[in-house]
């Protein structure tokens, strides 16, 4: 018997099937009954009838991962077991039938045009219901005339049922959500919905063979109160936090989720979001808005990033304060995976634009540490005045992770330095003045006296176009020169950190997303494998923190880069940066995140054998 | 360098007197920047308020010579930088600047779009129909089968109709100037800023170096024996709306300054081609935050928001 230990999944088509709605209800009432739950999807780029599926997984303790394994798969359709039909030009994929643990159970629908025989499986149980019968039992139970065009939404709420029922757990948690998942429009069948959900409940206790299953949910009602959320909404709340006044985007998956629920709070909040007609436009509109004296930020995938390029050299080289940049990779190269996962995206983020010039690039490990990152990247873009890449991707903004808080209250607010009229005396006023710190003073437009001009042509201290060797090189050491600054001055918490024990066997190297994966397999390689790991994270990737790397390295028995790409690139800067070049490597690039499982197999691997590079893959 | 508010504001007082333009003798953005200055001096605004926002090209130096705050950015993109400019502080008094390749070129797409949004600024674009700082290539306003001395063969594209272009944009304050017309270029400008909207001036300015069809004797019309330059309002054109609720009256003076927008050879007509006082930007945004009616987001957005509420709606 598991208590509260969760790996479930449903799936179905995209928007007929109301997958999301479904399993995003079924996440939020396990996380209001006081358990930690780590939730991500899986979806086409396609709007309607392309396969989705939706993992949601519980604990006890937190949890920032999902498994290769399900304990309960839910299926809208066939295609959630099987997979599409090879009589198609290709197989699209395989299903997930092949996922249920033993003794697991599948609930699905009767009715569908399912093959019990090529479930081929005799170590898992069928929770066969007739979904649209029970809809209709339902709706009619309450006296009104069933009518599938209008009531067949409701299927979804079958399987959901199902699950309490086989979990024994206390479904009044998912009754109680019904009106709130609901749009305004269909709050007439908020008790529609609650009779299909218990009127399915009791069904599958009929239709499960077994005295019980063999995970229960227990709700845990001392810890209720924590939020679920996604790192696309995680960032949002970020940047209003922070000040954060102008915000600019052009629609793009995964990224734009985040400025459409920016787009939400325009009425409450000083933010003006502005949809612009491309990539270029929001960049440079972002850095004017830096310039006139106001927080500004961009939010883009891959594609939007490229086209940005241009911008971001020209914010860096007229020393603009900012703008935040945040780069939610997707699986590229150029249209690529565009609702998938990749970390492809690392050494494009480095150089992204023609010429030298500094920039800060810092990728968060999750939803929380997206929203904290995103509020110290404007108090950088003030301080340095220059522009700072917030890399994050799409399995943090998609993912659902159950937090206490964001931890936002207490970061500190820097607006960098301020020019004031009292600081020149009769001189004019220098907006690029060489600097013992390089940092100048900055001048807000419409400040009385402050007048300047500055360019993306090389300029002088004054901002004057000036192509004069001796000034150029001045310029161009003063620019760099903050990004000196930058890494004495950040302080160590935002730039890596060493999660376990500070001597292990093994040292996982990673950045950004697959910290969860990772944080989630240290305790089952201990537990399981006898192998003790810890994990280094690196924060900062510019400037990046070589000193520590390479003392952590030196120190590192065993060291594995974990990345979600094929290059290793992590693996080439550290290379790059140390000169310290880690053999071992764990990669993945067809398109999905890391599970907790994936680190663990690949960790054991690399421990039993030399194998240099790993790929992983569990299709 | 520090104007008190109350000190009498003249075109001098725009000049930067330690930078020297160096454009070429001749050139017609000298006409431009003398314009843009005594225009400014005229709108009463001291120059800490004032913002211009150039491309890049010739006519994006124009920046660097005008006393103000001033953004010398990227080629096509002075309208998104502009954008954000006034958006972050809505008191200032944003100029964009950009030549004709600038403008209807490599920034087209922001010309248009820029169009559908009626921000309240005004952008002057510098057309003199090549691009000179690149030695000559034909511009996107240079008419197909024309060829200058620096072009190898004629152009074979067509070229882009500019008012044309700003109609269908929703521009609503649309215009031509004559870089050589002092008088009226200022009393253009001065319209263009004062217009609640976003407003487009189509200048015509020779380029002495590269450009040798359209040159000063060209636009005197020595060739055809009068000034082809003319003014739109000596002939009686009205290209105001003068009631914006009539959506005719609106469709009818469109058509016009369309049609008008085609006429070139002998005749090049300047002047206010089309105006309609429509909704800001701005207007719309304070239609969601009302603050923002007589605030910039510079005043209202500061750090530290309370996003407890925020918070708690994912609990």
């Known amino acids: 018997m598991k208590n509260n230990a969760l790996s479930w999944m449903i799936g179905g088509p995209a928007l007929t099937g109301g997958v999301n709605r479904s399993a995003e209800l079924f996440a939020k009432a396990c996380s209001r009954a006081g358990l930690y739950v780590f939730s991500n999807i899986e979806y086409h780029s396609n709007i309607m009838g392309r396969h989705i599926s939706y993992r949601v997984r519980t604990s006890d303790t937190p949890v920032h991962s999902h498994l290769e394994h399900v304990d309960l798969l839910l299926a809208l359709d066939a295609e959630t077991l099987f997979g599409t039909p090879e009589y198609q030009d290709y197989q699209r994929h395989g299903g997930h039938l092949h996922r249920v643990a033993p003794d697991g159970v599948v609930i699905l629908d009767a009715k569908a045009k399912v093959d019990h025989s090529a479930i081929e499986r005799d170590d898992i149980h069928v929770v066969a219901l007739a979904y649209d019968d029970l809809v209709r039992e339902s709706v009619e139970e309450l006296g009104i005339t069933y009518n599938a065009r209008r009531h067949s939404v409701m299927r979804n709420m ?83 936090h922070a000040g954060c006044a102008f915000q600019t985007y052009y629609p793009i998956a995964p990224a734009s989720d985040e400025s459409v629920m920016l787009e939400g709070h325009q ?92 920039h800060i690039v810092v990728a968060a ?200 790409n094929y290059m290793g ?51 | 360098m520090v104007v008190a508010d109350t000190e009498r504001l003249t075109a001098k007082t725009f000049g930067v007197e330690d930078s020297h333009p160096d454009w070429c003798g001749g050139c017609g953005d000298f006409g431009i920047l003398s314009a843009v200055k005594q225009a400014l001096a005229q709108l009463g605004r001291p120059p800490h308020e004032v913002a211009v926002i150039s491309g890049i090209g010739c006519a994006g130096k124009i920046a660097h010579y005008i006393n103000a705050y001033g953004l010398h950015t990227l080629h096509g993109r002075a309208l998104n930088v502009a954008t954000g400019v006034k958006l972050a502080n809505q008191n200032l008094e944003v100029l964009v600047a950009g030549g004709d390749g600038d403008g209807y070129g490599i920034g087209a797409g922001y010309l248009v779009n820029s169009g559908r949004r009626n921000l309240n600024i005004a952008y002057l674009i510098h057309n003199n129909g090549v691009y ?23 152009a074979i594209q067509e070229s882009v109709n500019p008012i044309g272009l700003a109609i269908a944009s929703g521009y609503t304050f649309i215009a031509r100037g004559y870089a050589m017309a002092q008088r009226d270029l200022v ?20 380029c002495p170096i590269y450009n040798d069809l359209m040159t000063i004797d060209f636009f005197r019309g020595r060739d055809v024996g009068h000034n082809r330059i003319y003014r739109l309002t000596d002939e009686g054109f009205d290209g105001r709306v003068h009631d914006p609720s009539n959506q005719d009256e609106i469709v009818a003076k469109q058509q016009a300054a369309i049609a008008k927008s085609f006429e070139w050879g002998d005749r090049i007509p300047t002047g206010v081609l089309y105006q309609l006082d429509a909704p800001t930007y701005e207007d719309e945004l ?30």
Request: net charge negative.
């Open chain 1, 158 to 240: 079958v399987p959901i049922g199902a699950s309490c029922a086989l979990l024994d757990f206390d479904i009044s948690h998912v009754l109680s959500l019904v009106a709130e998942v609901l749009p305004a429009h269909r709050q007439d069948m908020v008790e529609m919905n609650r009779h299909v959900l218990l009127h399915a409940a009791e069904q599958a206790r009929r239709a499960y063979a077994k005295e019980e299953f063999h995970v229960t949910l227990r709700p845990r009602p001392e810890r209720n109160g924590h939020m679920l959320i996604k790192g696309v909404d995680a960032v949002g709340i970020a940047k209003i």
């Open chain 1, 267 to 358: 009425t409450s909040y000083p933010i003006v979001v502005l949809q612009a007609e491309d990539e270029v436009a929001s960049m440079n509109m972002a850095v004017g808005a830096a310039h006139a004296g106001v927080r500004a930020a961009t939010s883009t995938a891959g594609p939007g990033f490229s086209l940005m390029a241009e911008g971001l050299g020209f914010a860096s080289i007229t020393e603009a304060p900012g703008p935040v940049v945040i780069l939610w990779q997707r699986g590229g190269p150029s249209t690529g995976l565009p609702t998938r996962q990749s970390q492809q995206d690392l050494r494009f983020a480095l150089q992204p634009a023609h010429g030298e010039f500094p």
């Open chain 1, 365 to 564: 490990g999750d939803a929380r540490e997206a929203a904290r990152i995103t509020h110290m990247a404007f108090n950088w873009g003030d301080r340095y005045q220059m522009p700072v890449v917030v890399m994050a991707d799409k399995f943090i903004a998609n993912s659902l992770v159950t937090l206490d808080d964001l931890g936002l209250d207490d970061l500190p607010i820097d607006r960098g330095e301020y020019w004031t009229l009292e600081m020149n005396g009769s001189e004019p006023y220098r907006r690029h003045r060489l600097t013992e710190s390089g940092i100048s003073p900055r001048a807000v437009f419409g400040t009385p006296g402050g007048q300047y001009v500055t360019t993306s042509d090389e300029h002088t201290e004054r901002g004057r176009i000036d192509e004069q060797v001796e000034n150029r090189m001045a310029q161009m050491e003063k620019r760099m020169q903050k990004l000196e600054l930058a890494a004495e001055e950040i302080p160590a918490e935002w730039q890596y950190e060493l999660v376990g024990p500070d001597d292990a066997d093994v040292t996982i190297v990673g950045w950004g997303s697959t910290r969860g994966p990772i944080v989630d397999a240290l305790p089952v390689l201990e537990a399981e494998h006898g192998i003790s790991a810890n994990f280094l994270q690196i924060r900062l990737l510019r400037p990046f923190p070589a000193a520590v790397v390479r003392e952590t390295l030196a120190r590192a028995r065993r060291a594995i880069v974990v990345e979600d």
């Open chain 1, 569 to 619: 690139q992590l693996g080439l800067l550290i290379a790059e940066q140390t000169g310290i070049k880690l053999e071992r490597m764990a990669l993945k690039y067809d398109g999905r995140p890391f599970s907790q499982d994936e680190v663990v197999e690949a960790v054991c691997e690399h421990n039993e054998a030399d194998i240099g590079r790993l790929v992983l893959s569990h299709p």
């Open chain 2, 132 to 154: 000179g700082l690149t030695k000559g290539q034909a511009a996107p306003t240079m008419r197909r089968g024309q060829k200058t001395k620096a072009m190898a063969e004629p």
């Open chain 2, 187 to 206: 009393s253009l400008i001065v319209q263009a800023v004062q217009h609640r909207g976003t407003a487009l001036i189509d200048i015509l300015q020779p």
């Open chain 2, 286 to 315: 304070a239609g969601r935050l009302p603050d923002l009616a007589s605030n910039s987001l510079l005043d209202l957005a500061t750090p530290g928001q309370d996003i407890s509420r925020l918070q708690d709606a994912y609990r």
